[in-house]
């Protein structure tokens, strides 16, 4: 079973960019889709966007003008920016295996809280 | 987008006995050109890493325990856990895959009574 995990700040200021990376072991990283889906606190969970392996990107149009989704192959690895983040960006996001489907793997999530 | 909408939004149900959770979509997720309908549960506990269950609104994922079982078609969905244990204690989603942007519901928290 693929394990994924995330990394990246804890803490990022308003209006600054949010930058995590999903590191990707124990399995085949080539020919899926890789996910970042996030649960602000309360609330429910939001899909933000998927890569495809092949490059391909598809975002939440909640989201599309500020999300960027891209691959580093080598390290197999997949990493999500947010620009311009505000209060509401405070979340715990996650990274998963699978696309326009389900997804059968996740990582334990991290929790990013935007505050000056 | 499509609204997914669960109830209730918590229960608490007794060791042994039947968890009934269920989710409502605002529109079809039924293909018809497959005749399957593009939903799936998920299972979310403090600390883990969010669990599938079930997709394709009815198939267990590998591994996932007999007790729980989907059902539903077109709208309107019910994951069931029919003999609850200590270890179901968790936050159950529902998610539409049909079309994007791929959405869940609001989740249901379910506990011990």
């Known amino acids: 079973q693929v394990q994924l995990q995330e990394s990246g700040p804890g803490l990022v200021k308003p209006s600054e960019t949010l930058s995590l990376t999903c590191s990707v072991s124990?399995?085949?990283?080539?020919?899926?889709?890789w996910t970042w889906i996030r649960q602000p606190p309360e609330k429910g969970l939001e899909w933000i966007g998927y890569?495809?392996?092949?490059?391909?990107?598809n975002y939440n149009p909640s989201l599309k003008s500020r999300v960027t989704i891209s691959l580093d192959t080598s390290k197999n690895q997949f990493s999500l920016r947010l620009n311009s983040v505000t209060a509401a960006d405070t979340a715990v996001y996650y990274c998963?295996?699978?696309?326009?489907?389900?997804?059968?793997?996740w990582g334990q999530g991290t929790l990013v809280t935007v505050s000056s | 987008d499509i609204v997914m909408t669960q109830s209730p939004d918590s229960l608490a149900v007794s060791l042994g006995e039947r968890a009934t959770i269920n989710c409502k979509s605002s529109q079809s997720v039924l293909s018809r050109s497959n005749n399957r309908d593009y939903l799936a549960w998920y299972q979310l506990k403090p600390g883990q890493s969010p669990k599938l269950l079930i997709f394709w609104a009815s198939t267990r994922e590998s591994g996932v325990p007999g007790r729980f079982s989907g059902s539903g078609s077109e709208t309107d969905f019910t994951l069931t856990i029919s003999s609850l244990q200590a270890e179901d204690v968790a936050v159950y989603y529902c998610q539409q895959y049909y079309s994007p942007p791929w959405t869940f519901g609001q989740g249901t928290k379910v506990e011990i009574k």
């Open positions: 124990g399995g085949s990283f080539t020919n899926y889709y």
């Open positions: 890569i495809h392996y092949s490059g391909s990107t």
């Open positions: 998963a295996k699978g696309g326009g489907l389900t997804y059968d793997s």
